[in-house]
């Protein structure tokens, strides 16, 4: 495989379930991303990682918990979801943070009922 | 506050004819924008990118104007193609801090 990968595509979840989003980069980036797109608004920046290390938390609620074992995988972890938490979830990758092209993964449609 | 705006939800445009995708931006600091496209049920690819150093950015029949008094740029899709029906995001940062995306413009392109 090539570029980003995040699987699944698909998730349905009730507000009760956990469940985690993986994303896995084929790039040799050393930043990585999770973005949230709902629908007519901007993608919102969650979680940036650098190195493994986040660098970056844009006040996102406790039920996102964000874990990147290495430089190629991360993941979003989710617990006791609300109905209005249901979007796309972007994940991306970097050379480095700033100005490097981010390149994005398929995302996840994340309905939660 | 949004700082990035693409006041243009959609925007249909004749096959051969010119597209011009507009953005905003409120932030005089952001030294750094970028064009992203994204197909359904696929992840935004980036497309064209300017600094803020230049006025204009071409590659092929894709051009980026930025007009820093004003605050705006635009993407230029001449001649447009029905491969180029897509939503359109514009992106802004300002050096190593995150991007800020607007919300995106729907174009079609009508054969």
């Known amino acids: 495989e090539t570029g980003v990968t995040q699987t699944p595509r698909h998730l349905v979840m009730g507000m009760t379930n956990k469940k985690s989003l993986k994303c896995e980069q084929h790039?040799?980036?050393?930043?990585m991303y999770w973005y949230k797109q709902s629908a007519k608004k901007p993608l919102e920046l969650m979680f940036v990682?650098?190195?493994?290390?986040?660098?970056e938390n844009n006040s996102v609620p406790s039920r996102f918990s964000p874990e990147c074992p290495n430089s190629s995988h991360l993941f979003l972890h989710l617990h006791t979801l609300q109905p209005e938490d249901s979007a796309l979830y972007l994940c991306?990758?970097?050379?480095?943070?700033?100005?490097?092209?981010?390149?994005f993964g398929p995302g996840t449609r994340l309905l939660v009922l | 506050d949004q700082q990035v705006k693409q006041n243009s939800p959609s925007l249909s445009v004749q096959e051969g004819r010119i597209s011009i995708l507009n953005c905003d931006y409120t932030?005089?600091?952001?030294?750094?924008f970028l064009w992203y496209k994204k197909y359904p049920a696929e992840g935004p690819t980036f497309l064209i990118s300017?600094?803020?150093?230049?006025d204009k950015n071409e590659d092929g029949r894709f051009t980026v104007f930025l007009n820093k008094s004003a605050k705006h740029l635009s993407l230029h899709i001449v001649p447009s193609q029905p491969g180029d029906s897509a939503v359109y995001f514009c992106?802004?940062?300002?050096?190593?801090?995150?991007?800020?995306f607007g919300q995106g413009t729907r174009l079609t392109i009508n054969p």
């Open positions: 992106a802004a940062t300002r050096g190593a801090q995150k991007l800020v």
């Open positions: 790039l040799g980036h050393n930043a």
């Open positions: 300017i600094s803020s150093i230049k």
């Open positions: 990682y650098s190195l493994e290390e986040r660098v």
């Open positions: 991306a990758s970097s050379q480095a943070t700033g100005k490097e092209t981010q390149y």
């Open positions: 932030n005089s600091m952001f030294d750094y």
